[in-house]
């Protein structure tokens, strides 16, 4: 069960033209917007990824948007834990849980998720709030990170882990953002 005070969002290279291109992007756009807004209301920090930004482009706005006062890490390994600036983030922020999502599901968020896992945190997958350019890859990720003891788990599933409770003004709003 996922707790407010132990949780950590990695944010995986939701970048330029593939971050458009990939299985039901909009889709999956729409679900990390989701994600991100609930998390931030609950305080739960992001620690914030892009692949080679200068070849692959800025994280789409729909995203970035919602970053304000964060600093995307940038990185040229598809397994984040191989770059310095990322593991001392994640480490700094205390957090043992970390749930991951992004793109793309077989290659970096999969390689991610898994150095995260050979660390010692307990890692779980936004299935809803990852992809890559086809849906079988998509699978493939998924269940080879399942294979591996890696949780999934869904944006809802998330948000009302972390709450707990359904009372208080921060509840009514995540409600109203998951409507």
């Known amino acids: 069960m996922l707790r407010k005070e132990e949780t950590l969002l990695v944010l995986v290279d939701v970048q330029g033209k593939l ?3 990939v299985h039901e992007s909009e889709s999956m756009i729409e679900q990390l917007v989701k994600l991100i807004r609930g998390l931030r209301m609950l305080d739960v920090p992001v620690v914030w990824l892009e692949q080679y930004p200068e070849g692959l482009g800025p994280t789409v706005e729909e995203v970035a ?3 304000t006062g964060i600093q995307p ?3 040229r390994s598809f397994n984040a834990c191989e770059t310095e600036t990322f593991t001392r983030a994640v480490k700094a922020t205390g957090r043992r849980q970390i749930l991951v999502a992004g793109i793309e599901t077989h290659i970096c968020v999969y390689q991610t998720a898994i150095g995260l896992q050979e660390l010692g945190y307990e890692v779980q997958v936004v299935a809803d709030a990852v ?7 998509k699978q493939i990720g998924l269940e080879k990170m399942k294979a591996a003891g890696i949780s999934w788990t869904s944006v809802e599933t ?5 709450m707990r409770m359904a009372e208080g003004d921060t509840f009514k709003q995540i409600i109203q953002l998951l409507k």
């Open 158 to 162: 998330a948000l009302f882990e972390l």
């Open 73 to 75: 890490i940038r990185k």
């Open 65 to 67: 948007q919602w970053m």
């Open 131 to 137: 992809s890559s350019r086809t849906f079988a890859n």
């Open 19 to 21: 971050a458009r291109i």
